[in-house]
């Protein structure tokens, strides 16, 4: 499935913000930081790319849908959606 930017917006946004927040990250740690307040902020990093990869595999769950209800060959078989999903969990 080709990833269009009408299929990643929002997660392609969240990637994003997650990107400026692992730079943040390692700065704390190249500083110095406190422990405690670095690894919150790497945690909120994980939690970003999670949801970002949820939100593409909802997507795509979505875009497959409409292929069928449109009688078109989805891209993507459930059973391969599955996968992808549970890699993520």
């Not at 913000?17 to 500083?31: K, N, T």
């Not at 909120?44 to 790319?49: F, I, K, N, Q, Y």
């Amino acid at each position: 499935m080709e990833m269009t930017p009408e299929l990643v917006g929002d997660a392609l946004t969240r990637l994003r913000r997650a990107q400026g927040q692992l730079a943040g990250v390692i700065q704390m740690m190249e500083e110095g930081a406190d422990c405690k307040a670095t690894l919150t902020q790497l945690a909120a990093v994980s939690r970003a790319l999670d949801r970002a990869g949820f939100k593409i595999v909802a997507s795509g769950m979505r875009h497959c849908r409409q292929a069928r209800e449109d009688g078109e060959e989805p891209p993507m078989t459930e059973d391969e959606l599955e996968k992808l999903f549970l890699a993520l969990a």
